[in-house]
């Protein structure tokens, strides 16, 4: 069985590994020479539209998936005019639109902050008299880890926001004073099962992820789980998928979801039973999928920027390195590292012995 996948960065190279045992053979396309998952599959060198590269690997692959959402549309209809192609373009067309996914929530009654579409200054002006303040204003499409994004907390605040968005359609939201941010991960196969992974605790620095901790029995649980059913179903959804959500007086509402693998779902590989990696390659293949029950209690812990010191993370005995084989770079994903133990107050001290480990390295 041959799975090809766009992209050939960790994500890639994480679902290559959980695929090796399984018998599973990959094939990446990436932009990029050293890309990090190149060693663990073929490699096809060339730009996502590349007619030629896109060719072959319809060709060659039994399965085509991808790392990333940003893929263009384009790209993944003329693939799934070819071959097998999970998750189905339409659900990465509605990720990569914050305006398109936030009513497709609506649409489906999933929980959103109030928001409105803003495409010029008067536009903006008009959306706060409705949303309110404090609010954010974000890029519609290509926005990830904070990027591409305003805090608006009066209207002295709206010149220089509409400015830093140099004309691009964007979307306002109300700021949801959450007291948590969690996400839920789960696979659904070809032929529509779905499991779900315990809730994620999400803690993120400067909009970037920095650590997640499995949430075993919350009592959000239940209704996160509703939530991510009905978009899996409403998708026709194929694969894994993460939904991230805020936490506010005990309800949740929708931030965005990932169609893929997903940076809150890395403590899966050694504290889930099986890890979101595995279930994704089982999903897309429509093989039984594997049990999401957590294994001990567990966090994820990422390095950003700087490599940790190996023997360092090593010296902790329920610690499990992840390097990436990625040259640090400012802000750069390059590393994580996962605790497993007994108790919630071992984990407490195990994520903060981590913690110091990651900012020690940390240039953000
Ligand atoms: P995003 O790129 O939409 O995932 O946003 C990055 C981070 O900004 C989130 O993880 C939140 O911490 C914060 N954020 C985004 N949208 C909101 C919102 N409507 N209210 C409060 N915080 C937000």
Not at 190 to 206: A, D, K
Request: aromatic share 8%; with cysteine; glycine share 6%.
């Amino acid at each position: 069985m041959i799975v090809g996948v766009l992209g050939a960065g960790q994500l890639a190279r994480m679902i290559a590994l959980a695929g090796y045992p399984l018998g599973v053979d990959f094939i990446f396309l990436d932009p990029s020479a050293d890309a990090c998952a190149n060693s663990l599959g073929e490699h096809l060198l060339g730009d996502y539209n590349d007619p030629r590269l896109l060719a072959q690997l319809a060709e060659r692959a039994d399965v085509v998936t991808y790392e990333f959402e940003n893929v263009p549309a384009d790209v993944a209809e003329f693939l799934a005019s070819h071959t097998q192609v999970h998750p189905a373009p339409k659900a990465l067309a509605i990720a990569q639109d914050r305006l398109i996914e936030k009513t497709f929530f609506h649409d489906i009654a999933i929980p959103t902050p109030a928001y409105a579409a803003v495409d010029s200054f008067e536009s903006l002006e008009q959306a706060m008299s409705i949303i309110g303040w404090p609010a954010i204003l974000k890029s519609r499409t290509l926005g990830y880890d904070g990027k591409g994004q305003s805090l608006l907390k009066s209207a002295d605040d709206l010149k220089s926001a509409w400015e830093q968005m140099a004309g691009v359609p964007a979307i306002v939201e109300a700021f949801v004073p959450f007291s948590r941010e969690v996400s839920i991960i789960a696979a659904r196969n070809v032929s529509g099962v779905i499991v779900f992974y315990p809730l994620s605790e999400n803690f993120h620095r400067g909009g970037i992820l920095r650590v997640s901790e499995c949430c075993d029995k919350d009592p959000m649980q239940q209704q996160a789980e509703i939530y991510i059913s009905r978009l899996m179903e409403a998708l026709d959804y194929v694969g894994v998928l993460a939904l991230e959500l805020f936490e506010t007086d005990g309800k949740l509402i929708a931030n965005e979801f990932a169609p893929r693998v997903h940076n809150s779902g890395h403590w899966t590989i050694e504290g889930a039973e099986t890890s979101q990696f595995e279930n994704h390659l089982r999903a897309i293949l429509d093989l039984p999928l594997g049990a999401t029950t957590p294994v001990g209690k567990a966090a994820m812990v990422n390095f950003i920027g700087g490599l940790p010191v190996t023997e360092e993370i090593l010296a902790i005995p329920q610690a499990h390195l992840h390097l990436y084989d990625k040259d640090p770079r400012k802000g750069r994903k390059v590393a994580h590292a996962t605790v497993r133990t007994e108790t919630s107050e071992q984990l407490v001290a195990l994520i903060k012995q981590l913690t110091l480990l990651a900012d020690k390295v940390d240039d953000s």
